[in-house]
């Protein structure tokens, strides 16, 4: 037995090793994930789950999204950690529900339940609760809800809408691709021209855009909107080829004309070799694929961007042939910004029907943890486009990419 003093000692160096060790299992155990910590915190969740529908005023990303006035270009550690003003956006109707859940549970695992960006999905009808309910809860950010005005998915009055029932009639005969929809042509026009002044849109620099059934196969494992806004890029890309003709035959004398209109527009050093094979004669119908975009809103609202949307739409094409907003956006970033403002993102692995893009390179694929045939890889088939876009950026193609042609 050991005397009253000693005891004391014992009992105070058991009490000081406990303690300690308490402290230590308290702060090395599993931290929470911050989504989980974000979600359970009274606040955010009322955001989310009260998140608006049609109306522009209650829109509560302010709290979410930073602005970086600070950030140098190209300068790593300026922002380091810190998000970009930036969204997810999706255009989708109610039908679209599963197809959409899929697509935002590929994203949020390999990228977004590390970052909790915001997503915006937009429908030219209201979203219903249960579109709501799956999406939200889904979505590691703030989701917000968002209708069309009825004036951005309508027939302009200059067009003849009789006339364009007629092209839809014959395109449909002539089995062209979606040539007999008119909610595809409202659709594309939409994507063209409106969703980046959606309300909903207008507090955030930079979206990305995603449609439903797509897959990410790697883990992407940098912030692709801080790389956007460090480099100074405004339009990216994983995947491109050539437009189908008979959905687009006057788009490039309609580009023409704006061209020559807007010459103040074009810029110096612009990607005219990626669009065209004889100095803009003529158009060769390589496109970036839009399903997939990360981009700067702020250049799509943007004077240029605006004058060549309204050139474009009062020609009339987006009804009377069947222009994608694919051949539309691309056109604009290849004639309106500098060649090294389009990047393409050979790390983001991506699948939409029916093309895939899987990262060339295998230690890159290893590290990424990517799930992704690379003989499926379209970037360096005949098809695509992206072969020409490394020529005309004097890029090298990346080691392995003769195994992928
Ligand atoms: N709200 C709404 N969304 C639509 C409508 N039509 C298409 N969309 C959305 O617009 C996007 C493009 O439509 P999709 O049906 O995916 O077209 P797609 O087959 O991928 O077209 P391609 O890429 O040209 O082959 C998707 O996000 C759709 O959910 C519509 O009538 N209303
Ligand atoms: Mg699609």
Redesign the pocket.
Known sequence: MSSGPVRYVRYLLFAAVGLALFFFVSRSALPIPETIGSKLNPSNYKDTSTSTSSSSSSHGNAATSKEHTNGVPGNGSALQGERVNATFV????NS?VWDIAKSIRSVEDRFNRNYHYDWVFL???EFDDNFKKITTALVSGNTHYGVIPKEHWSYPEWIDQDKAAKVREDMGQKKIIYGDSE??R??CRYESGFFFRHPLMLNYEYYWRV??SIELFCDISFDPFRFMKENDKKYSFVLSLYEYFDTIPTLWDSVKKFMSNHPEHIAKGNSMGFLSDDGGKTYNKCHFWS?FEIGHLEWLRSKEYLDYFESLDHDGGFFYERW?D?PVHSIAAGLLLKKEQIHFFNEIAYY?IPFTHCPTGEQLRLDLKCHCNPSENFDWKGYSCTSRFFHVNDMKKPAGYEDES
């Open positions: 999706t255009l989708a109707r679209d429908n030219d009808k909610s595809y409202h659709m449609e439903p399903n994608g694919a939409h």
